[in-house]
């Protein structure tokens, strides 16, 4: 079966979210997980859009919140496949936010998600190879064998000592 | 001001869900998302009942998905405070999940959320610290350090030739 | 058929919730129907997992909210089944609410749900007794007769002089 | 201060919905727990017109469920107040069912719930008189007493021998 | 086929809702999209009603929202058959608003939805006439054709110089 | 006080949505109720970036709804201000809807709504106007005039005589 290749942007997608009451803390700060729901979201549909089939969330790397998000604040969070390793893929997401304020718009958070693709029957499926067009898209096109290596790691899949592309990422003096 | 210790125990929080439609993939496995959604308020109120404090989402850490979980089947999501670190908290999530038949119920995910608990206006403020009790409690409390140091890393507020509890752990060689 | 015994405990399910601003009235207090909707859901995942079947609500009793709950409280529902009469069971729900402070839960709700179990026809299906073991799952165990009296008077389905349990229960004079 | 009485019929208050997936078990059977939520709705609507205050609920009667309502079915439930107590108010609900064929509606449930008015510091505050025009308003009118006496038994707040409408009800021999 | 007539009464549909936080602005407003949801809904109701089969809508004409509707208020949605065009139906919504104040209803807004019936393959399928029986449904009936050659114009099914009706209605100098 | 004009491209908005099961009706198609709710908070947040205001929905024009939207599908929503009138301002919408198979996108819906902002005291406030830069958004710049009279004759606000523009529009030979 052959797979074709497919450019980086064409998975891009774009959400544009106001935050709801029901989204908030007491605080009237968008919770964390509520944003981290919208992002698996946008994530999927990017993946979807790559692969041309159901798609289901494999993993999400360490997501860090940084800036609060208030209620009434507009959110905007963007997606794209960054690799793709078989029958997974790469996403990642920045989110921005913004107030009614002009130029208030500022990055609050970024993130990796990978999902596997499946056929009708529910198994793993072959994905089409990403072709990295911009600048940015070679980096994360490079640096997602670190991000894998971390992954794989983290979830009990790969020795340390194995993680060549990691070992070089952190500690480059060794 | 004083900060009184308080045991990991009494942070100990459950929550039983139903897996509903609008949770799920057209392939009626429950979203990624909604479950990461789903930890994060059990992760909230287990801070809350540790620090006494309104919290937010600092972090999650690395979740990854290898069982899927259907419409209709019981989720429980458990988690406990490891360890306090001046203002912020690192929540274990544990998620089971099981269907209507017996003896069905296997863990699905297992997370670290971290918080930070902020007083009336808004800033940052002590937590208590964490009294582990049980072998499993001690363990978590020691290892917490490694996992923050690779939060620390991954979010460029710490040089990864100082991470020494992580370096020992994934390059116990060096 | 044989069906086999389990005891109450096996039944135990806990839900935690934070309460939503849409859960609330413009006074900020969850709403009761709101609260019988998620006492409804903990009943019947503890149904579910007493009878390893498909379960319906059948009939709730008499609640009463004498404690208002408030916006960003956190609810602890607790259900247990007490007894099983062929294809039924009654379900015991108890509701603590607690905010911020410390020390501030306390019991603000209890009630009585039934669920009837059924096979993947849709027809009612025999339950395993209910094995009760401390003091108090006995106690309700008894009393479970007298509260199932109650509720077929007040569905029309039982007389009430024949009612023998309830009027010694109400009017243990005559 | 003067209250005015107002006749029941003002206090009339109908919903239609439709039942949507989220609201359904895996038979797509309307969930117990979601119909309790649209009608304690329902009836704040009904005791908010009688009374013009905030209102909150204060207890629901025993609710029986006989007919399974199904995804995609209209229900409609219909509220109106029967009798005020100071501060308290009774309001009868019926639940009526149908799918898409021709005259197949049918009552699917009914109750009584009680709200108590609430003026703006939250103090519970007197509510109007009941008018009951026709003849069932005049029957619910009358036995609202020995509902409203089998409440405050079950809620610990009368002792059953001082019941003498609810015995006359039940025991008429006695 | 023989499609028999029905009264336009028969698909008279009321919802009562409240407005929850979830559904309004910064301003506490009920925000334009979330009414015409639920307009939708009662269009669809009263359109199943008349025509015992599955409905879609075919389109909303120009709804002007002129009166802010506040958290906390009753809407009362009212939805009719105006007339019937073979396969589809014109369903006319009156939306009032009350707040908790005597006397304090106003209407907030009308709006004409258009549905399509559907058989169980999903193709149109005929609808019964509607039978005006009060002055104002007889009205209705008669401008539902200059309202439907508008729709027809605005979807460009119709060039506007065939548009007798809606030419006498705007224009009726010429 | 001084209005800046901003180009029509500063407030375009973009929003993805995946199809949820309770976005359907029992054919499993996306409600045209639950569209034109998205369409509102996509066409709020355009409003909102051009004025920098709180901005509350004033109209939505005829929308008609051709292609069944399904479950699962991807929905790309796209908004962008037309043309303000002093304190209102027009958006365009355009909804494209995708299923999972390769170039499966075809446009579903287009809609004109009105918005109209607001200070922070509830007050309508003027708009910045708008500066079409391409050739299609200076078309719709052009025709924002005739679809304003439509929607005034609606509203009853504008005598169809005077409605100059719509009466060239519609019936240029007179």
């Not at 935050?19 to 981290?36: A, E, I, K, S, W």
């Amino acid at each position: 079966m052959t797979v074709s290749s497919k450019p980086a942007i064409n998975s891009f997608t774009v959400m544009n979210e106001l935050v709801f009451p029901n989204d908030t803390n007491p605080l009237h700060n968008l919770m964390g997980g509520r944003l981290l729901h919208l992002m698996d979201i946008a994530a999927a549909i990017s993946a979807q859009k790559h692969s041309n089939h159901i798609v289901v969330t494999a993993s999400v790397d360490n997501v860090s919140f940084k800036h609060p998000v208030k209620l009434g604040d507009v959110i905007t969070i963007q997606a794209k496949v960054t690799r793709s390793f078989h029958t997974s893929m790469e996403i990642r997401i920045e989110v921005f936010s913004e107030n009614i304020q002009p130029n208030s718009r500022i990055k609050s958070n970024e993130a990796y998600y990978t999902f596997v693709a499946l056929d009708d029957t529910g198994k793993t499926t072959l994905v089409p190879e990403i072709i990295p067009e911009t600048e940015e898209e070679k980096q994360l096109y490079i640096t997602a064998l670190s991000r894998r290596e971390l992954r794989l790691i983290l979830a009990g899949k790969m020795k340390p000592e194995n993680a060549t592309q990691l070992k070089a990422l952190f500690f480059p003096e060794l």
